[in-house]
T-cell receptor, first 116, second 114 residues
């Protein structure tokens, strides 16, 4: 079974508008972390935001916020006031404590295009 | 945020050649990782290291090998490149102090094997 599911292969948003990128996850481990990364066309992976499974509040980092709904096992990324530079692939990822070292499970990504 | 470097950024090479992809980080992170990513696809872990002289294989089987002789350096080697090795290779590091320690990525190496 897929650990991370991103159901939106592509999304479009008007500049200055907000956009939500969906992510659902599957785990039986009560202790886990959820991450969002941005990958521009240049290829590097840029860490955006993190949410821990025991965190009581939704994570926020500048224009990025994470809508964490634990019961639904969803961790959607919200980008407010979209900018042209936000056009990129966005990956949701999860790390389970029980996985031991190191497995960071990635989704298949969502390609966001910001329209001027 | 980690400062992590990869060279070369782009490499086009013929079948059968031996190649080494370099990865270095300046933050003193204990954990380092290599991921493979085909265009537009998710990342798959191929190697990781807890520290000096520690290396493990990841989920995705790979013909590559790695070494960790110094904390800051985690090179990946392909003894005989093949067209099936064409992909992007991303190196990452993490402090490893506490779960789930965020992984920070380098700029990647795009490898094309002809």
């Amino acid at each position: 079974a897929q650990k991370i599911t991103q159901t939106q292969p592509g999304m479009f948003v008007q500049e200055k508008e907000a956009v939500t990128l969906d992510c659902t996850y599957d785990t039986s481990d009560p202790s886990y972390g959820l991450f969002w990364y941005k990958q521009p066309s240049s290829g590097e992976m840029i860490f955006l935001i993190y949410q821990g499974s025991y965190d009581q509040q939704n994570a926020t980092e500048g224009r990025y916020s994470l809508n964490f709904q634990k019961a639904r096992k969803s961790a959607n990324l919200v980008i407010s006031a979209s900018q042209l530079g936000d056009s990129a692939m966005y990956f949701c990822a999860m790390r389970e404590r029980k996985s031991g070292a190191n497995n960071l499970f990635f989704g298949t990504g969502t390609r966001l295009t910001v329209i001027p | 945020e980690a400062d992590i470097y990869q060279t070369p950024r782009y490499l086009v090479i013929g079948t059968g050649k031996k190649i080494t992809l370099e990865c270095s980080q300046t933050m003193g992170h204990d954990k380092m990782y290599w991921y493979q990513q085909d265009p537009g696809m998710e990342l798959h872990l191929i190697h990781y290291s807890y520290g000096v002289n520690s290396t493990e294989k990841g989920d995705l089987s790979s013909e590559s090998t790695v070494s960790r002789i110094r904390t800051e350096h985690f090179p990946l080697t392909l003894e005989s490149a093949r067209p099936s090795h064409t992909s992007q290779y991303l190196c990452a590091s993490a402090a490893g102090q506490r779960f789930p320690d965020t992984q920070y990525f380098g700029p990647g190496t795009r490898l094309t094997v002809l």
